[in-house]
């Protein structure tokens, strides 16, 4: 038996936030703060090329190891699933474009920052859903993800906490949209 990188699309990604935050965590403290951490309204200077970075690199950004793993879990239990259906090239551009709606939707809507993949891992939840999509059916597992994963956020939105439950939110919107308009490739 030999260990096979099956999953080079979301095993690259993990390596890159696990190294990123190590780094910011010893040697460049404020990396992550920095350059992985897309700003809030008003925070957002359009000249700046850091701002647009952010756009997409917040979601490398994770404020600590438990913030990390708790997004990872569920990355690297769905995302090698996803990158045999989806392709790995259809789904680094999943993961853009949801790392840049929700990294725009928060410069525009909310005044704190925002950084980690959970956007990325709520996508994959709700895109998970549809590996099994046929045209004109709407799968069963869909719907009861959205009342339970999307449900929870939308209740917890209210709550005063650390999370950005919008990006959850969005997140899983995106996921929906990519799962209705992108169906797996067959097998």
């Known amino acids: 038996m030999r260990v096979k990188y099956n999953a080079p699309v979301i095993l690259g990604f ?8 190590l780094l910011s965590q010893t040697v460049m403290r404020g990396l ?21 970075f952010t756009l997409f690199s917040h ?20 995302g090698p699933l996803l990158e045999e259906s989806y392709g ?13 709606v929700t990294g725009i939707l928060n410069v525009l809507l ?10 990325i891992v709520f996508m ?30 939308i209740i917890h939105s209210f709550d ?5 439950e919008f990006a959850h939110i969005v997140g899983g919107f995106c996921g929906s949209l990519f799962g209705f308009f992108r169906p797996a490739r067959s097998k």
């Open 59 to 78: 979601v490398m950004g994770h404020a600590d190891w438990n913030h990390f793993i708790s997004n990872f879990a569920f990355i690297l239990l769905l």
């Open 110 to 119: 909310f005044p704190g920052g925002l950084l980690g993949a959970s956007g």
């Open 124 to 153: 994959m939840i709700l895109l998970a859903s549809f590996t099994n999509f046929s045209r004109g059916e709407i799968p069963l597992t869909f719907i009861l993800i959205l009342l339970i994963y999307l449900g929870r956020e």
């Open 160 to 164: 005063t906490n650390n999370i950005s």
């Open 32 to 52: 992550v703060s920095t350059w992985f951490t897309v700003s809030g309204r008003g925070g957002f200077d359009p000249s700046s090329p850091r701002s647009w």
């Open 14 to 21: 993990t390596i890159m936030c696990a190294l990123l935050l």
């Open 88 to 100: 790995a090239a259809s789904l680094l551009i999943m993961m853009a474009v949801t790392a840049l």
